[in-house]
């Protein structure tokens, strides 16, 4: 049944998931996590995916801990929710998009994390965060020269038509900025890729 968490078990969530995302800089905190969620559903109801709200719920919310601590995750379930467990870390692990996603709580939160925030943030966020890490400005650059480079693969034709107008934004909005940093040295990346609406 494809219910969203009551309002004491996520609030219960919230509590426990704080703490691990408070040493992160502010575009990565608990928000993070609410905003992979908001994109989650997107996705579900664009794509008409029948997924479990909760696991997507649990999955986007443990985000944060998925790639320190899964032992983390398995910790916050009763023994007799083993069956939930194991849904939940294999869609949070699928939310940082380094593994093979093959359930559709695992697709959709792989997307989720593409697209997550929009078309601004999209290009701000890896700016905002090199700088948060006390980043040169060339090396927040060329950071986002190499992921500007590289179509993100998705699952799902909604993410890939978000993704597809997020990185062409992104793309003319970097390449501004480089030429306004030093006029005549703005090259534009992604130049020779193509970008996909499939």
Partial sequence: ENERLKRDELQKLITYVTPYYEAKDPLHGISHGFRILDAARAIAQSE?????????????????????????????????????????????????????????????????????GGGLL?????????????QSLD?????????????PYCYFEYSCRRVAVFRSEAIAMHARLKAEIAPGTGATPGAAAETSTA
Avoid at 54 to 60: E, F, I
């Fill in 48 to 116: 008409g995916v029948t997924s479990l709200d909760d696991v997507l719920t649990y999955g986007a919310l443990f985000h944060g801990l998925a790639a320190q601590s899964v032992h983390g995750i398995r910790a916050y379930f009763s023994s007799e929710l083993t069956a939930l467990s194991d849904a939940v870390v294999a869609a949070a692990v699928a939310s940082l998009g380094k593994s093979t996603c093959t359930r559709p709580e695992e697709q959709v939160l792989h997307d989720a994390h593409v697209i997550e």
């Fill in 139 to 151: 090396d927040t650059l060329s950071f986002i020269d190499s992921i500007l480079e590289e179509e």
């Fill in 122 to 134: 999209y290009y701000l966020k890896p700016l905002l965060t090199g700088t948060y890490m006390h």
